[in-house]
């Protein structure tokens, strides 16, 4: 086997593995390295997927045990079988990250497994050998952050690596930051049967989303069960047999506050990952959070180095890092690339789900748009009565002169599914009147976004 290729990617996450497909399909000579066993990255092996089947399996038994009665269904003595639950999810992992091992036998894409680092411009050593390739794309993705002192143990303190292989339901858990990882886990394992409250440090739930939506979706949840200490800091959190001491302030200072908890979710973020990789040596520069600073195409200050994924900058999101690996590998090809970064939509995977994209109501008047809103609830529509999901709406934001559709916030049903109608939207440069005039399928979830962009020229009918 040649040591030579024409492009090596780091790391085999969806940034990665997208990107050393697309190339293989495009006619490149492609080496991925990858340090774990599997492929797949965070995303497969710890992050989406697992966390998805998780959440899954729970909201079934959630219903089984306080929804399905409602609707005539009635399930005696439902509990939880942990083991079977955790044996589920792992074989749903294994199932998606042997798929990609599938995909790279297909398109010819060489997996190296080891540890990459950069030694050379166009040199990767992994495990003691050489590689050599015309150019090489980092995309080794992000770690979890945790707060000054505090230790993560994945025993006690866990991370969402740790949270997704908890082996008994906690009594009660302490959920440190009140953002997408925090809300997710928090509700599978509340629903499992632990009394969970998260700790957030800002006045509310989900910053950077609309603030309609995390008015709504922290009232949901709050019905839910969920407990919230809102605009509060955690100062300490010390591990000890009978569990986590939590010392927490309120945000501005003021009286602390102990709790005593099973186990603690650190959820506080993440951050790029480049340790190890050898970009000081090569003179890859990273910025003041130590993401990889690239140009447009995705190019570092070093020629022929690239990255892509968790580790530059923008949503650290699996599609964001996808898109990414599919046109880099298309401008490396000698094709034109681009992305709309005001276009990656964000889905937050409880039930109901949340889903958002484009510009905030807040951002928006920051920017003094003058705008018009479109709002429908799903209360109003026969298919969500039918299902017995009733919450939430679809909010629409439009440009008042243009009638462009500027953003979208839905928290409901299938949110995450139903955004991809207006991204598309919005990739077209769509109107609200457009998607209102579109014909939609009757009973569908879907009409409560063709309700919500009536409502933006106010003739909505069903309301
Ligand atoms: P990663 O997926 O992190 O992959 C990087 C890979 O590089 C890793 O496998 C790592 O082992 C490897 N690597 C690193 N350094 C080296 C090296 N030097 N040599 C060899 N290999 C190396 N996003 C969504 O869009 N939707 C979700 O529902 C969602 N849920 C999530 C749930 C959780 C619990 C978490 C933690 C994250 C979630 N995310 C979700 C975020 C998503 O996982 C990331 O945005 C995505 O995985 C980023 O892809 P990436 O390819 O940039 O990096
Ligand atoms: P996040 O940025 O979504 O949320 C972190 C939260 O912690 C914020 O609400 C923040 O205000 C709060 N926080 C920060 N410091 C704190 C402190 N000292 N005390 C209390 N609260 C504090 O980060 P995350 O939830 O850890 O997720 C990490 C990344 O993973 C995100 O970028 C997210 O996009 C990605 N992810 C996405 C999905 C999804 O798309 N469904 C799911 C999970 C993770």
Not at 79 to 97: E, G, H, I
Not at 152 to 159: G, L, P, T, Y
Not at 249 to 265: F, H, K, S, T
Request: charged content about 20%.
């Amino acid at each position: 086997m040649s040591n030579h290729f024409d492009l090596i990617v780091i790391g085999a996450g969806p940034g990665g593995y997208v990107c050393a497909i697309r190339a293989a399909q495009l006619g490149m000579n492609v080496a991925c390295v990858e340090k774990r066993e599997t492929l797949g990255g965070t995303c497969l092996n710890v992050g989406c997927i697992p966390s998805k089947a998780l959440l899954s399996a729970s909201e079934k038994y959630e219903s089984a045990v306080h929804h399905l009665s409602d609707m005539g269904v009635e399930i005696d003595g439902a509990r939880v079988n942990l083991p079977q639950m955790m044996a589920f999810k792992n074989d749903v992992v294994s199932s998606n990250t042997k798929g990609i091992e599938f995909l790279f036998k297909k398109n010819k894409v060489k997996h190296l497994q080891g540890f990459g680092e950069i030694t050379a411009p166009g040199q990767v050593q992994v495990e003691g050998k050489t590689y050599t390739a015309g150019a090489i794309v980092i995309a080794t993705g992000s770690d979890v952050i945790s707060l000054p002192g505090i230790t993560i143990d994945e025993q006690r303190i866990v991370s969402s690596t740790g949270a997704l292989v908890l082996p008994a339901v906690p009594r009660t858990m302490a959920v440190i930051g009140g953002g997408v990882i925090g809300l997710e886990m928090g509700t599978v394992w509340r629903r499992l049967g632990s009394d969970v409250i998260v700790i957030e440090y800002m006045d509310n739930i989900l910053p950077g989303m609309d603030e309609e939506l995390r008015k709504e979706s922290l009232k949901i949840f709050k019905k839910q069960g969920l407990k919230f200490m809102l605009s509060s800091k955690v100062i300490s959190a010390k591990a000890g047999v009978d569990g986590v001491a939590l010392a927490v302030e309120p945000a501005a200072g003021g009286a602390r506050e102990n709790l005593q908890v099973d186990v603690v979710l650190m959820a506080v973020g993440r951050k790029p990952f480049t340790e190890g990789l050898g970009l000081k040596s090569v003179g890859v520069e990273v910025d003041e959070r130590g993401r990889i600073k690239t140009d447009a195409h995705f190019q570092t200050n070093v020629k022929g180095i690239y990255a892509i994924g968790d580790v530059i900058t923008g949503p650290m999101l699996a599609h964001k890092a996808e898109d990414e690996g599919v046109v880099l590998a298309e401008i490396l090809a000698g094709q034109s690339g681009h992305i709309n970064y005001d276009l990656i939509p964000g889905v937050v995977y409880t039930h109901p789900e949340i889903a958002a994209v484009g510009k905030t109501e807040e951002q928006l008047q920051k920017d003094g748009i003058v705008y018009n809103v479109g709002k429908f609830p799903f209360m109003a529509n026969g298919r969500a009565r039918a299902m017995g999901m009733t919450e939430g709406f679809v909010k629409i934001l439009a440009d008042a002169k243009t009638d462009r559709i500027l953003g979208a916030h839905i928290i409901g049903p299938e949110a995450g599914t139903l955004i991809s109608e207006i991204v598309l939207a919005m990739e077209f440069d769509g109107t609200a009147e457009d998607i209102a005039r579109t014909c939609h399928a009757h009973p569908t979830l879907e009409e409560v976004v063709k309700e919500a962009a009536l409502a933006v020229h106010k003739r909505p009918i069903h309301i």
